[in-house]
């Protein structure tokens, strides 16, 4: 007779990645708390206290029962004191007065505003509000400002930009980034990374990895592609970042650093045509004007060596909690360095290859956790 296993608390790991974290999430009224408290923290530059919410998130997001006592969570790692004490009031309040104080305050409002502009990170926001700017509007009206490129784009396409991409899009540009790849190499490999390798039903970007299992390295690529989009009035925006790959350089053991792949960070334009409600049901005016006809997508494309690409695509599909505690765990259970280009083994003194994410996983003696299950 088939009977299910009890849950163990003791048995649940501090690191995502020995955890599955469907996108079936049974605790999302505590990690949507969590993570207000993280990116609040984030704004404040605290990196410890960011990084205590989000791991506690990650847990709860992996628990396969809705939490409603306190003994639900007894012996689960990474619940610290300011945790508990939110969980607890959620539970009985049914809200945090905390989670409340921060989704009220004024610092907080204002820089949630201004990083939901692509282009703009926490130090500008910084800049702005200190020189009393609180809304996207007030910024936007600021003709004194200095704005990079970036953010000029990230302005001019800003409402279609923060509406996010749904699989659908993301299937349409696939099929663009594919073609244009495909054009000038045909035997490329593109595939389509981030959220939506996850199982992500919408996005803010799509991410795509390419490679080519060809002899030598073709630099012009990405450029071709990007010169290509241009003459096709496709694209919107493009940041090309060359790659400042050193072979035999150990990985690097920050847990957030950008890695040395060729890449770029565009807005395309997907023409498609949209039913706005708002033209639908009225007057001659309106049929008369101009119904914009496509919307701004943003797309990372990354160029990696064949030889490489498990690893990278192991980083760029994340989340980027699994990727963090990829990282952590390589470096604290098994003395190894891992990266988007490789995995260093500290005590042998050799980089380890891989053809595949299972042989990653099976380096770093993980069992393996399919993308779907990546959702930490
Ligand atoms: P979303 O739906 O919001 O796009 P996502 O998981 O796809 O969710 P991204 O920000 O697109 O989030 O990042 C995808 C993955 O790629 C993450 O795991 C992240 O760690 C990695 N990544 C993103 N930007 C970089 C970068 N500049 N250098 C290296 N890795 C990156
Ligand atoms: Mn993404
Ligand atoms: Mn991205």
Request: glycine share 6%; with cysteine; aromatic share 10%.
């Amino acid at each position: 007779e088939l009977e299910m296993p009890a849950f163990t608390a003791t048995k649940v790991s501090q690191y995502s990645c020995q955890r599955k974290t469907t996108l079936n999430n049974y605790n999302k009224k505590f990690t949507d708390a969590f993570e207000v408290m993280a990116e609040n923290y984030e704004f404040k530059e605290s990196e410890i206290f960011c990084l205590e919410f989000l791991r506690a998130a990650s847990l709860l997001k992996s628990l396969p029962f809705p939490v409603t006592r306190m003994k639900d969570i007894q012996g689960l790692p990474c619940m610290g004191d300011q945790v508990r004490d939110i969980i607890e009031e959620i539970i009985e309040e049914g809200e945090s007065s905390r989670v409340r104080e921060v989704l009220n305050d004024e610092r907080y409002k204002a820089f949630k505003q201004f990083t939901s502009v692509f282009g703009v990170g926490v130090k500008t926001s910084e800049k702005w509000y200190r020189m009393g700017l609180r809304t996207v509007e007030e910024v936007k009206a600021d003709k004194t400002l200095k704005l990079s490129k970036m953010q000029k784009a990230g302005f001019l396409y800003y409402e279609d930009l923060v509406s996010c991409v749904s699989k659908a899009e993301a299937d349409a540009v696939s099929l663009i980034v594919k073609n244009a790849v495909c054009t000038f190499l045909p035997d490329a490999l593109v595939t389509i990374t981030g959220g939506f390798r996850r199982g992500k039903k919408i996005g803010h970007d799509i991410d795509f990895l390419i490679t080519s299992p060809g002899p030598g390295e073709d630099d012009e690529l990405l450029h071709k592609v990007i010169d290509l989009w241009k003459r096709q009035g496709l694209l919107l925006y493009c940041d090309i970042i060359e790659s400042t790959f050193v072979k035999e350089q150990l990985p690097s053991r920050k847990v957030d650093a950008m890695d040395h792949f060729q890449k770029c960070f565009a807005i395309l334009k997907l023409c498609q045509p949209r039913v706005d409600n708002s033209t639908c049901n009225t007057s001659k005016k309106l049929e008369m004007a101009e119904v914009k006809d496509w919307k701004a997508i943003r797309v990372d494309l990354v160029i990696t060596p064949f030889e490489q690409y498990a690893y990278a695509l192991l980083g760029w599909t994340g989340s980027r909690q699994f990727g963090r505690d990829l990282r952590r765990y390589a470096s604290h259970e098994r003395k190894m360095v891992l990266d988007n280009h490789a995995l260093y083994d500290r005590r042998k003194r050799i980089f380890l290859k891989a053809g595949s994410e299972e042989e990653i996983f099976a380096h770093l003696g993980l069992d393996y956790v399919e993308p779907w299950e990546r959702n930490a």
